[in-house]
């Protein structure tokens, strides 16, 4: 049996990076004013006054010492006065305030910023990640107020390997890349889309417990083809078309060379990238890298595990999976990438039999079902197309209305980016579905872009339906106390474990059978009690419990296929041994958790 206690003395020994009765001190080169200055040091009334002392502070300070929980209550006073105040007023003045005023304590305080965040995250997240986040991008330039992150443009090629050694952690863990080519379902947000991978990292800070201090948000700015970008007068960005083929591509080449460089260990995720690079750089870079693409791998596995929950709310084993017809509206990245993992999985309960999975699965995209016959096929949507007419007579082109009608679908799942493609018609088709209780799945982001409300899917579906969407919706009051369970199939449920279990087990690349066993991980998490109700996904206020179960399972994955390699004081051998609980316990332990060391000077 492994000792735990080495996991408690290699967790205690890491200074600030983990919550104590007693926090070690953390040695500082600056006083005065730049400790004021610096956001990570920084705890605005709360230095004690022997660490005024130290560090100079004595007098630029207001005289009371303010408590650690005094400033999170005074903080929490002023945002309740913010959501007064702005009653009333259109959602998004709403949400951009509530973005400002989180905004602004994040770049003062650290500590209590990301304490706030841990402590809300069901009612921050909202805020700091999608929906909100695609309004910040959209506006981004107008709301800059300090740089953020890292920019690699076009203009440094040759320079990045230098370029790397400007960030000043010695260590970084995990980095989220976007080039803002397809930012959400709002586009080309070209440099603006930085927003994505500074929300991102505070879920994984928030969610996972990664050091803050051991993250790097990235834009990768090849320019942007959004004309009214080009022309704002505003736009921090470079105003030259994108770059396309190699020469694009010996950019992000580049890049990942500079990251491999510097910090060999450390996580890539890509986010945001436009379809046809998020597919070419996941194969490019997957196995020569540890990184992964959260848009096709970690929405994969966001929905495979609701559609695992479907099948148990169903009162069915997880194993008839793979005798559910699903249909799937996007041939996106996202919309591709959901149904590779779910072939995979169907095939596997299937014996292992590939084509009887597919068979199961119906692809549509704006052109209608893709069939075989297809003019121009996109190579990622080929292994799906059906043959003309094998199923009821369905064609080239045929319409969802129709493929619903003659399908009469388990699940009806969309990518789309279109708002409102679920329309009422679509919804009704769904009540002949051969399912007891069929599932609809409006996964596109953000709000405006859901295929369709929670509130339209049980009206037009019928009370007995199972939802879930990308982005947040509230309950669906039935009558006769019956609630319509809204279920928000967010990213957040998985990325963070895949981060953080990756980087416990030390793998130098994110396998199939990593991610999978995350899904699986989360699509068991629920109890039946809560399936049976429609419940799918667990509240976001247990996210850190999450995700260290998620966590755990993708660490384990790693030791099974062979690939852990340790991480710190903890070895491989240490990791083979550790049992179910253990290796949870471990991910637990490992989670920095933000309180005030005490700080000490040292030239």
């Given at each position: 049996?492994?000792?735990?206690?080495?996991?408690?003395?290699?967790?205690?020994?890491?200074?600030?990076?983990?919550?104590?009765?007693?926090?070690?001190?953390?040695?500082?080169?600056?006083?005065?004013t730049d400790i004021l200055h610096d956001p990570w040091f920084n705890k605005d009334t709360g230095f004690p006054l022997t660490e005024r002392d130290r560090l100079g502070l004595r007098g630029l300070l207001p005289p009371?010492?303010?408590?650690?929980?005094?400033?999170?209550?005074?903080?929490?006073?002023?945002?309740?006065?913010?959501?007064?105040?702005?009653?009333?007023?259109?959602?998004?003045?709403?949400?951009?305030?509530?973005?400002?005023?989180?905004?602004?304590?994040?770049?003062?305080?650290?500590?209590?910023?990301?304490?706030?965040?841990?402590?809300?995250?069901?009612?921050?997240?909202?805020?700091?990640?999608?929906?909100?986040?695609?309004?910040?991008?959209?506006?981004?330039?107008?709301?800059?107020?300090?740089?953020?992150?890292?920019?690699?443009?076009?203009?440094?090629?040759?320079?990045?390997?230098?370029?790397?050694?400007?960030?000043?952690?010695?260590?970084?863990?995990?980095?989220?890349?976007?080039?803002?080519?397809?930012?959400?379902?709002?586009?080309?947000?070209?440099?603006?889309?930085?927003?994505?991978?500074?929300?991102?990292?505070?879920?994984?800070?928030?969610?996972?417990?990664?050091?803050?201090?051991?993250?790097?948000?990235?834009?990768?700015?090849?320019?942007?083809?959004?004309?009214?970008?080009?022309?704002?007068?505003?736009?921090?960005?470079?105003?030259?078309?994108?770059?396309?083929?190699?020469?694009?591509?010996?950019?992000?080449?580049?890049?990942?060379?500079?990251?491999?460089?510097?910090?060999?260990?450390?996580?890539?995720?890509?986010?945001?990238?436009?379809?046809?690079?998020?597919?070419?750089?996941?194969?490019?870079?997957?196995?020569?890298?540890?990184?992964?693409?959260?848009?096709?791998?970690?929405?994969?596995?966001?929905?495979?595990?609701?559609?695992?929950?479907?099948?148990?709310?169903?009162?069915?084993?997880?194993?008839?999976?793979?005798?559910?017809?699903?249909?799937?509206?996007?041939?996106?990245?996202?919309?591709?990438?959901?149904?590779?993992?779910?072939?995979?999985?169907?095939?596997?309960?299937?014996?292992?039999?590939?084509?009887?999975?597919?068979?199961?699965?119906?692809?549509?995209?704006?052109?209608?079902?893709?069939?075989?016959?297809?003019?121009?096929?996109?190579?990622?949507?080929?292994?799906?197309?059906?043959?003309?007419?094998?199923?009821?007579?369905?064609?080239?082109?045929?319409?969802?209305?129709?493929?619903?009608?003659?399908?009469?679908?388990?699940?009806?799942?969309?990518?789309?980016?279109?708002?409102?493609?679920?329309?009422?018609?679509?919804?009704?088709?769904?009540?002949?579905?051969?399912?007891?209780?069929?599932?609809?799945?409006?996964?596109?982001?953000?709000?405006?872009?859901?295929?369709?409300?929670?509130?339209?899917?049980?009206?037009?579906?019928?009370?007995?339906?199972?939802?879930?969407?990308?982005?947040?919706?509230?309950?669906?009051?039935?009558?006769?106390?019956?609630?319509?369970?809204?279920?928000?199939?967010?990213?957040?449920?998985?990325?963070?474990?895949?981060?953080?279990?990756?980087?416990?087990?030390?793998?130098?690349?994110?396998?199939?059978?990593?991610?999978?066993?995350?899904?699986?991980?989360?699509?068991?998490?629920?109890?039946?009690?809560?399936?049976?109700?429609?419940?799918?996904?667990?509240?976001?206020?247990?996210?850190?419990?999450?995700?260290?179960?998620?966590?755990?399972?993708?660490?384990?994955?790693?030791?099974?296929?062979?690939?852990?390699?340790?991480?710190?004081?903890?070895?491989?051998?240490?990791l083979k041994h550790m049992s179910k609980e253990e290796t949870v316990e471990y991910v637990t332990r490992s989670m920095w958790f933000p309180v005030y060391s005490p700080l000490v000077h040292e030239k």
């Open positions: 049996m492994w000792n735990l206690a080495r996991v408690a003395a290699f967790v205690l020994s890491r200074s600030r990076r983990f919550s104590t009765a007693i926090p070690g001190p953390c040695i500082v080169h600056k006083r005065g009371r010492v303010i408590s650690f929980e005094h400033q999170y209550a005074r903080f929490m006073e002023s945002f309740r006065s913010l959501e007064k105040n702005t009653e009333g007023q259109p959602n998004n003045v709403i949400s951009l305030a509530k973005w400002r005023i989180l905004n602004r304590l994040h770049d003062r305080n650290e500590t209590l910023y990301y304490r706030v965040l841990i402590d809300n995250i069901k009612d921050f997240a909202p805020i700091i990640y999608t929906p909100t986040v695609g309004l910040v991008c959209q506006n981004y330039s107008g709301l800059f107020r300090r740089p953020r992150g890292m920019y690699f443009s076009a203009k440094d090629k040759g320079e990045m390997m230098s370029m790397i050694y400007n960030w000043p952690a010695q260590e970084v863990d995990m980095i989220v890349l976007t080039d803002g080519s397809r930012i959400l379902g709002l586009g080309d947000l070209g440099v603006q889309g930085i927003g994505i991978p500074i929300g991102k990292l505070d879920v994984y800070v928030a969610a996972a417990g990664i050091n803050p201090q051991r993250i790097l948000p990235v834009m990768l700015d090849v320019g942007t083809n959004n004309q009214k970008l080009l022309e704002d007068r505003l736009y921090l960005g470079l105003r030259q078309p994108r770059l396309e083929g190699e020469e694009y591509l010996s950019i992000v080449d580049e890049f990942m060379e500079a990251v491999h460089a510097r910090w060999p260990k450390a996580i890539v995720q890509f986010e945001d990238f436009q379809m046809k690079w998020a597919f070419e750089t996941l194969e490019r870079y997957r196995k020569r890298f540890c990184m992964f693409n959260d848009d096709i791998q970690g929405t994969a596995g966001v929905a495979l595990a609701g559609l695992l929950g479907t099948v148990r709310a169903q009162g069915l084993s997880l194993t008839d999976f793979a005798d559910q017809k699903i249909v799937v509206v996007g041939a996106g990245s996202a919309g591709l990438g959901v149904l590779k993992m779910a072939v995979q999985a169907a095939a596997r309960m299937a014996g292992n039999n590939d084509t009887f999975a597919r068979n199961k699965f119906f692809l549509l995209d704006k052109d209608g079902l893709i069939t075989k016959e297809r003019k121009n096929l996109d190579p990622a949507a080929a292994p799906f197309a059906k043959d003309p007419g094998d199923f009821m007579g369905l064609r080239e082109g045929a319409s969802l209305l129709e493929v619903v009608r003659k399908v009469k679908p388990n699940v009806l799942l969309g990518l789309s980016g279109v708002g409102g493609v679920f329309n009422e018609e679509v919804l009704k088709a769904m009540r002949e579905s051969d399912s007891v209780k069929p599932a609809i799945f409006a996964m596109s982001n953000p709000t405006m872009n859901a295929e369709c409300t929670a509130a339209d899917a049980f009206k037009h579906a019928g009370e007995n339906i199972v939802f879930a969407s990308g982005s947040p919706f509230e309950n669906v009051d039935l009558g006769n106390g019956k609630i319509g369970h809204a279920n928000q199939a967010n990213n957040m449920y998985l990325f963070p474990g895949i981060g953080l279990g990756t980087l416990l087990s030390g793998a130098r690349f994110i396998t199939d059978g990593m991610l999978q066993q995350a899904a699986e991980c989360l699509a068991s998490y629920m109890t039946d009690e809560e399936i049976q109700k429609g419940i799918l996904y667990p509240s976001i206020d247990s996210i850190r419990d999450i995700t260290a179960e998620v966590g755990a399972a993708v660490l384990r994955a790693a030791v099974e296929e062979d690939l852990a390699e340790g991480h710190g004081e903890v070895g491989p051998r240490d």
